[in-house]
């Protein structure tokens, strides 16, 4: 089976054709504000104008290789409303012109199922970081169920704030980790850890103030140092919990290699295995949702046109999992 997936949740918009042993296209548009942060309209403004480039592309990729889709995934949330309904429409349309099923797809749940595709992770305990979303997740009776996340901001999202109160463009992330690497001492830093949640709002705030007192470089590393640790003793306690063998680090925030180290020496310490995806599929991309579509379609899912609304606060524990 050949899906096209269309994802377009914030900042990037992405088209891709998948079957059920690889990614055949992609290409995607990305969205770079002016200033500051991701400004919704804008982001869907670039959506609707970059839609028809990428579309077409995968398309004209899928005719030279004679392999047309067969259904159309899109990602139906959790997201930016005015970005989430730009992307819908042209799912629905392409799905009208084409007389294709449609499957509308949860972002979260594509990051984690697209992790397991190519790492050959089997049942993991999910660590979801990305500039949107901080969650730990793992499956138990047919569902991924939240162990632990954010009681504010993302953890990407608190990076690329402490990135923008010192300076640093859009986003911040990659350029936190370079400075990282220059560091010459910890700065201590609030860590907050409740339960089995985790809160980054006053820890960018508090390194923000840091960074008038001490060198850049220290305030990057013990912002990351501090964070990451936070992500790692939640998703430890998880596999406890949960009883898994296997941690699986996905979504953008997934790029950043301190935080691959460290998750790999937790699960080192505990005899666990961990699984890291290529970073092609860390950040948000359309084979993620081409290929969560096609599984759940293989597994009898599809979204009637009047159902396939957008859901901006769309939980992964919303969504039976059929296809496991
Ligand atoms: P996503 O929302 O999954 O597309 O991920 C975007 C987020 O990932 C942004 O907050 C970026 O700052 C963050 N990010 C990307 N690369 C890195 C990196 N190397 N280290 C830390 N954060 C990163
Ligand atoms: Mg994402």
Known sequence: MIVLGLEGTAWNLSAALVDERDVIAEDHSTYVPAKGGIHPREAAQH??????????????????????????????????GPCLRTVATAARALALRFDLPLVGVNHCIA???????????????????????????ALRRGRYRIFGE??????????????????????????????AL?????????????GMDFSFSGL??????????????????????TAFAMLVEVTERAMAHAEKEEALLVGGVGANRRLGEMLNLMCWERGARFFLPDKGFMGDNGSMIAYTGLIMLKSGVVTPIEQSKVIPLYRPDDVEVTWA
Not at 150 to 179: C, M, Q, Y
Not at 182 to 194: D, G
């Open 47 to 80: 959506h609707a104008e970059h839609m028809a480039k990428v579309v077409r592309s995968v398309l004209s990729k899928a005719r030279e290789m004679d392999r047309m889709p067969e259904a159309i995934a899109f990602s139906q949330g959790p997201g930016l």
């Open 111 to 137: 990051h984690i199922e697209v992790g397991k595709w190519r790492t050959g992770s089997r049942d993991p305990a999910v660590l979801y970081v990305s500039g949107g979303n901080s969650q730990v997740l």
């Open 150 to 179: 954010t009681l504010d901001i993302s953890v990407g999202n608190a990076l690329d704030k402490f990135a923008r109160s010192v300076g640093l463009s859009h986003p911040g992330g990659p350029k936190i980790e370079e400075l």
């Open 182 to 194: 220059c560091a010459k001492q910890y700065i201590p830093l609030p860590y907050t850890v409740k």
């Open 204 to 225: 960018s705030t508090a390194a923000t103030e840091a960074a008038r007192r001490h060198e850049l470089a220290d305030v990057c590393y013990s912002l990351q140092e």
